[in-house]
């Protein structure tokens, strides 16, 4: 006590209060620059995301196609076929890199991802059950099913890890996300193993893809992962606080059992909604925190925005990678985030490791 209140007092006396800390104007004029420019880089990755495939369509025409809908065949293909897959991989890139660095923030675990907390886990055991039991083949039917198995693992796993202080709290939530992860594969397992047309159905959705989603499964997720990202963003100053710790965030005047309650609803809506559209994508979540924190540091006021512009360049990067080298084929995007992802997370594994013996 005697250590938390000595850290009060240093704290108080060399920084201002969060609410009055303010970047310098040639830092805020950086992280600005930069958000502009990951805007440019997206607007980018959008046209070729539209203009890449199987029948290439060069950037000119893919602007005439959209300002000025006709009945070409290069139209047809951009509004009906590259098109919704373009919303759907933005969309799917925002979720998962604000809904990673939420989980992060939250769990102050660096190595958090949407399986850690059992969110794939109940997607992936209700849409077996919807193919299963209810005979669902199609994309924007495994929607609500994946939507509500999120929600329910999500709530259940936050359940058992009880209210106590937030150090135990982040091993409850790691340690019940992992014991409800298992619980449900090994379900989902055995459905699939036994019934060879549910696998079948399965596999095209767990591999993680944009290819195949019409229009209407983006409509189905844009409202909650709008609703996700609106919680998530305005939670910045919070996050701060609570970086500090308990203490100091009580003593700042924040509420911690509010703002955590409040995070992990943002972060079910946001990584429910990827992945009920997409399927899991593994490491975007991980990947984009660790990115953004390299340019604009440790301020959640600057990583949250920023993880909402490189998610989805990520993702859409990914998502052209697959269709490049694989064609007239194609690699599905959670196959290229993961070839990308899993040096990332050997990298991160070792640093971890540098630092705790240094």
């Known amino acids: 006590m005697a250590e938390s209140a000595s850290r009060l007092l240093t704290l108080s006396v060399t920084t201002p209060p969060l609410s009055a800390a303010k970047p310098s104007p040639s830092r805020y004029t950086r992280r600005a620059a930069g958000l502009l420019a990951l805007v440019a880089l997206l607007g980018v990755l959008v046209l070729l995301s539209i203009g890449v495939g199987a029948r290439p369509i060069d950037p000119a025409t893919v602007i005439r196609a959209l300002i000025a809908r006709d009945d070409s065949r290069d139209a047809i293909i951009v509004w009906q076929l590259r098109l919704p897959r373009t919303l759907l991989g933005v969309l799917v890139g925002v979720a998962l890199g604000l809904g990673g660095a939420m989980m992060q923030a939250l769990t102050r675990n660096p190595l958090a991802g949407p399986g850690l907390l059992g969110i794939n886990a109940g997607a992936a055991f209700l849409v077996v059950l919807a193919i299963s039991v209810f005979g669902i083949t199609s994309f924007s039917g495994y929607v609500w099913f994946a939507l509500l198995g999120c929600g329910v693992t999500a709530a259940g796993v936050f359940a058992l890890s009880g209210r106590s202080s937030s150090s135990v709290q982040q091993i409850r939530l790691v340690l019940a996300g992992a014991a409800v992860s ?9 459905i699939t193993m036994f019934d060879a047309q549910t696998f079948d159905s399965y596999r095209f959705w767990v591999v993680g893809s944009l290819d195949n989603r019409t229009p209407e499964v983006s409509f189905q997720v844009m409202p909650i992962i709008g609703l996700g990202a609106a919680i998530a963003l305005c939670m910045g100053g919070r996050l701060n ?107 991160l594994v070792i640093n971890h490791k540098t630092t705790g013996r240094q």
């Open 241 to 347: 606080a609570v970086a500090l710790g308990d203490d100091i965030g009580r003593t700042l005047g924040v509420k911690l059992g509010r703002t955590r309650v409040l995070s992990f609803i943002s972060i079910a809506l946001l990584c429910g909604g990827a992945t009920a559209a997409a399927g899991p994508v593994g490491f975007v979540g991980l990947m984009v925190p660790h990115a953004v924190r390299l340019i604009v540091g440790p301020d959640w006021r600057w990583i949250l925005p920023y993880s909402v512009l490189a998610g989805p360049v990520i993702v859409l990067a990914s998502d052209i990678v697959g269709r490049v080298v694989a064609r007239p084929g194609e690699l599905e995007v959670g196959i290229v985030t993961a070839f990308i992802g899993a040096p990332v997370l050997l990298w």
């Open 182 to 190: 298992a619980c449900l594969g090994a379900m989902t397992g055995i």
